[in-house]
């Protein structure tokens, strides 16, 4: 299994990114794909998790009406849009999945079992 996130980088407050995350060793059709970022000096948070199988989205707190998760499974890559971005939002974003879960809440509460390299965010004037 593999997962290789890309497009993080700079963007201004208030602007728009999106993470694209392709994926290989499995097909997005079962276990739960999602997004989570660390902070600087805080620990690693699921921000948002997608259960393939039935299309159930969970969003944390802080991102919720801010970022979207979406996949195409025929380019077997899963997204994260993310609008009006706040410096609070900086961080390295990581996508991961666990074939154990196919429920997005459990795996975005949970410790994924494989994981991608991050991409990092800057939210910042």
């Known amino acids: 299994l593999q997962l290789q996130a890309s497009g993080g980088g700079l963007v201004q407050p208030g602007g728009s990114l999106t993470l694209s995350c392709a994926v290989s060793g499995f097909t997005l059709n079962r276990p739960a794909v999602g997004w989570f970022r660390q902070a600087p000096g805080k620990e690693r948070e699921g921000v948002s998790c997608l259960s393939t199988w039935n299309d159930i989205t969970h969003y944390s707190d802080a991102v919720k009406g801010r970022f979207t998760i979406s996949r195409d499974t025929a380019k077997n890559t899963v997204y994260l849009q993310m609008n009006n971005l706040s410096p609070e939002d900086t961080a390295v974003y990581y996508c991961?999945?666990?074939?154990?879960?196919?429920?997005?809440?459990?795996?975005?509460?949970?410790?994924?079992?494989?994981w991608g390299a991050g991409t990092l965010v800057t939210v910042s004037s």
């Open positions: 991961a999945t666990d074939l154990g879960h196919s429920s997005s809440y459990a795996l975005c509460n949970g410790r994924p079992s494989t």
